[in-house]
């Protein structure tokens, strides 16, 4: 029963607003935000849903989850994390894109004072780091490049693409549906397993707009299978006067030798590809983006057409690009450089004052990159029941869980927050033990 005299307990919204945890969030949150989510918490104890004396807690635990996306140690070992936000930006990346938020040049030529091409410094940057590319044009995603290079350059007639190739990128998102939604029609060729060059020609014989080639990123066919490579389909593609296009998904821009499957713009431009597509948060470890690299000729027919326009990246990501191109080591190669010996001594100072043990664990490039190449390292192992406890700490630590067992890999976690993750795995056993007295 909610009385009358236990109403009167509730605290007003005016001493609410005034408490210190509460004006420390209105710096950040405006005032109709903040009495909203304190008249919330007021109608819950109103209802006898909450204790008055609880009130407050309540009001300061909703203004401080109010607002933004939240920071996440990851403990998974997967590099490329796509619910993570993918790569994590190096710091010159997050100063340019700090630098970018305001007013800039990003179409401005300031010597002249006349109007410059958008973003030509990140297409220089991109330019200078992948010389067998004629010209470069950076969009929102590498989905948005897909869907421009195809829609551009194949008009109203075919695509022609491999049935090995048409995948599903994520969140039921096809590339089959993507291309076609723009009114390109596909003319698929060969056979899930083998495709081969004769399956092309005949394709290209009847109405062909161009030749798509994806990467297959997030799986693999392996025993009976054959494909036809970019360097064998470039005649082809002469032969018919058709644009040759290549997704390549990871956005490596010069072979790696850790993943040696994993194909890059240099490679693919070399071998003949009018135009390369990439993501610029996987590999590349740079911020959302598509990037579209290519010959002079088949890049401008791109950047001219409308939906260039609506595909277009904004100044913060060209910054951050930018940056990313030109700069140091990206936190994403690092993880993927993680050291396994280094890695077990971290976990092991990690692991002794809990009493946990370290065990071998094999990270991953993920994000649709390298299936199957696993990342030698160490992982801190902990019971399964401590997982929800490490997902809503603070700091939020993404483990890993499998088997039955709660899986803390370092790889991508820089060193200087082991003492943080350290704190949070403590916090968090603790939780669990509490939990399971009350229990
Ligand atoms: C990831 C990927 C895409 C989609 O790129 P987004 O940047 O996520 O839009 C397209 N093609 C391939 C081969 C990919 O791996």
Redesign the pocket.
């Known amino acids: 029963m909610v009385t009358d005299d236990s109403r009167r307990l509730i605290p007003r919204t005016d001493r609410l607003m005034e408490l210190p945890a509460v004006r420390h969030a209105r710096q950040r949150l405006n005032d109709r935000v903040v009495r909203s989510l304190i008249h919330t918490v007021q109608s819950e104890a109103r209802s006898g849903s909450l204790s008055p004396g609880d009130v407050e807690s309540a009001v300061v635990a909703a203004v401080e989850s109010t607002g933004s996306l939240q920071p996440v140690l990851n403990a998974t070992g997967i590099v490329v994390h796509t619910n993570l936000g993918r790569a994590p930006l190096s710091s010159g990346a997050v100063n340019a894109l700090i630098a970018a938020s305001g007013y800039v040049d990003v179409e401005l030529d300031l010597t002249t004072g006349r109007r410059s091409g958008r973003g030509a410094a990140a297409r220089a940057a991109l330019l200078n780091a992948c010389p067998a590319a004629e010209d470069a044009l950076v969009v929102n995603?590498?989905?948005?490049?897909?869907v421009l290079a195809t829609t551009a350059l194949a008009g109203g007639a075919g695509v022609v693409i491999s049935r090995g190739e048409l995948?599903e990128?994520?969140a039921g998102f096809r590339?089959p549906e993507l291309i076609e939604s723009t009114g390109a029609r596909l003319h698929e060729v060969g056979t899930t397993n083998r495709t081969h060059v004769d399956d092309y020609a005949e394709a290209l014989g009847s109405n062909a707009g161009c030749l798509l080639k994806?990467?297959?990123?997030?799986f693999r066919i392996t025993g009976f299978a054959a494909s036809v490579s970019v360097r064998q389909l470039r005649p082809l593609a002469d032969a018919h006067g058709v644009p040759l296009v290549v997704?390549?998904?990871?956005g490596l821009l010069a072979p790696d030798p850790r993943l040696p499957d994993e194909p890059d713009f240099a490679s693919v431009l070399d071998a003949g590809a009018d135009i390369a597509?990439?993501?610029?948060?996987?590999l590349l470890g740079g911020p959302?983006?598509?990037l579209i690299l290519g010959t002079r000729k088949a890049v401008s027919r791109l950047a001219r057409h409308p939906l260039a326009r609506a595909l277009r990246a904004d100044k913060l990501t060209l910054a951050a690009l930018e940056a990313t191109v030109v700069g140091q080591s990206t936190p994403t190669e690092l993880s993927l450089a993680g050291d396994a010996g280094r890695l077990r001594v971290r976990a092991e100072r990690l692991a002794a004052p809990v009493g946990a043990e370290v065990v071998e664990h094999d990270g991953r490039v993920g994000?649709?990159?390298a299936p199957g190449v696993p990342l030698a390292g160490h992982a801190i192992a902990l019971p399964e029941s401590v997982a929800p406890f490490l997902r809503t700490g603070n700091p939020a630590v993404l483990p890993r869980v499998h088997d039955g067992v709660c899986l803390v890999d370092l790889r991508c976690i820089p060193e200087n927050d082991d003492e943080r993750l350290g704190n949070a795995i403590a916090a968090a056993l603790h939780e669990q033990a509490v939990g399971s007295r009350e229990s």
Do not use: Y
């Open positions: 995603n590498g989905a948005a490049a897909l995948i990128i994520g590339l994806v990467h297959p990123s997030n997704d390549i998904g990871s597509i990439a993501s610029g948060d996987k959302q983006a598509g994000g649709g990159g």
